[in-house]
């Protein structure tokens, strides 16, 4: 059984930062594609980052503030954010996605308010 365990998510002042991590079981990090998706209250959820083998996607909201990455070892994916804004935030979900084969994780909390 595939699941996706979100966790790192809190109350930040803009301008800070966090890393947001997703620990996976039941499947391989490596194998197919993660991502890390948000959805703010009354709005779609959007794209924050993707990362397929080598290649990584940034949606254009956060592009240049977030760094995704994966740690095969600890089969866990990470995202870690900077420059926060009120704008961010949102409830963020981790995604594995290869043909067939579509999961998510439970989603943690961000919040961005001084």
């Not at 995604?95 to 439970?106: F, I, K, L, T, V």
Request: glycine share 14%; net charge positive; aromatic share 8%.
């Amino acid at each position: 059984q595939v699941q996706l365990v979100e966790s790192g998510g809190g109350l930040v002042q803009p301008g800070g930062s966090l890393r947001l991590s997703c620990a996976a079981s039941g499947m391989i990090v490596s194998a197919g594609r993660m991502g890390w998706y948000r959805q703010a209250p009354g709005k779609q959820r959007e794209l924050v980052a993707t990362i397929v083998g080598g290649s990584i996607f940034y949606g254009d909201s956060v592009k240049s503030r977030c760094t995704i990455s994966r740690d095969n070892a600890k089969n866990t994916v990470y995202l870690q954010m900077s420059s926060l804004r009120p704008e961010d935030t949102a409830v963020y979900y981790c995604n594995s996605w290869r043909p067939g084969a579509d999961y998510w994780g439970q989603g943690t909390q961000v919040t961005v308010s001084s």
